[in-house]
């Protein structure tokens, strides 16, 4: 399991029952740090490490559940969705919101489609291999 305080971040809406989810792809496992099927830690500990409430914590887990991302079983707690497909869908959807971030950005900058390709095709040359 992932170092879940390493996860979070301050936002300017820390208040918001919003808040936790932004921060979800960690606890669903979009980033592969928590397997298909795993436990995630208590709400408690959760809201501790992210600095909110418990109970804005436990909605916002709600909503994930009602999503379909997280399971809920009474005496063993939440896990995450055995779902792959789920799962990958998540992921596709969070993916091609940054990847629409970083071309606004790119374009802001004044870069055209051609040096984008570029940029990419040149910085992941550079990047470091993932086993």
């Known amino acids: 399991m992932c170092s879940w305080s390493s996860s ?8 918001s029952w919003v808040y936790p989810l932004r921060r979800s ?8 740090e928590s397997p298909p099927g795993s436990r995630i830690p208590p709400v408690r500990e959760l809201a501790a ?6 109970n804005t914590m436990q909605r916002a887990l709600q909503e994930l559940e009602s999503r379909g991302l997280l399971q809920a ?12 497909t789920a799962l990958q ?6 993916a091609g919101t940054l ?9 802001a900058l004044g870069l055209t489609e ?4 570029t940029l990419l095709r040149e910085t992941a040359q550079q990047a470091p291999k993932k086993e």
Do not use: C, K, Y
């Open 114 to 117: 051609a040096e984008i390709e």
């Open 8 to 15: 979070w971040s301050s936002p300017s809406s820390r208040g």
């Open 25 to 32: 792809p960690q606890i669903v496992g979009i980033r592969g």
């Open 49 to 54: 490490d992210a600095g909110v409430n418990p």
């Open 99 to 107: 990847a629409a971030e970083f071309l606004h950005q790119m374009q």
């Open 89 to 94: 869908a998540l992921r596709r959807r969070r």
């Open 73 to 84: 079983q009474r005496t063993a707690g939440r896990t995450v969705t055995a779902d792959d």
